[in-house]
Nanobody, 123 residues
Framework: QVQLVESGGGLVQAGGSLRLSCAAS????????MGWFRQAPGKEREFVSA????????YYAESTKGRFTISRDNAKNTVYLQMNSLKLEDAAVYYC????????????????WGQGTQVTVSS
């Protein structure tokens, strides 16, 4: 079992920044990729970003490239998502997830999920 706890969400004005954190605990060995997804009301959960275990490879949704940066600190079992230049359409519940698959960008490729953290963007 792997437990994931997100934090760092909140209310921010458009153009502002937030940094989300995801702390992993439990049997994290073997979970190669960590990812972030988001889900806005009435919409499907969508891929935001993913990072390999070493941190050497990172992937982003087109809508977040150049604005979001994913990173991880394996000594702390924590993954981060730095979000800059936030837009109204970035508002959603953001979920952290863990996967044993290689380059997982679809939600079904992830095995464990956090409870989510709300990001609200105001105009």
């Amino acid at each position: 079992q792997v437990q994931l706890v997100e934090s760092g969400g909140g209310l921010v004005q458009a153009g502002g920044s937030l940094r989300l954190s995801c702390a992993a605990s439990g049997r994290t060995e073997g979970y190669y990729y960590m990812g972030w997804f988001r889900q806005a009301p009435g919409k499907e959960r969508e891929f935001v970003s993913a990072i390999s275990r070493s941190g050497g490879s990172a992937y982003y949704a087109e809508s977040t490239k150049g604005r979001f940066t994913i990173s991880r600190d394996n000594a702390k079992n924590t993954v981060y998502l730095q979000m800059n230049s936030l837009k109204l359409e970035d508002a959603a519940v953001y979920y952290c997830a863990a996967s044993m698959r290689n380059v997982p960008i679809r939600s079904y490729e992830y095995d464990y999920w956090g409870q989510g953290t709300q990001v609200t963007v105001s105009s």
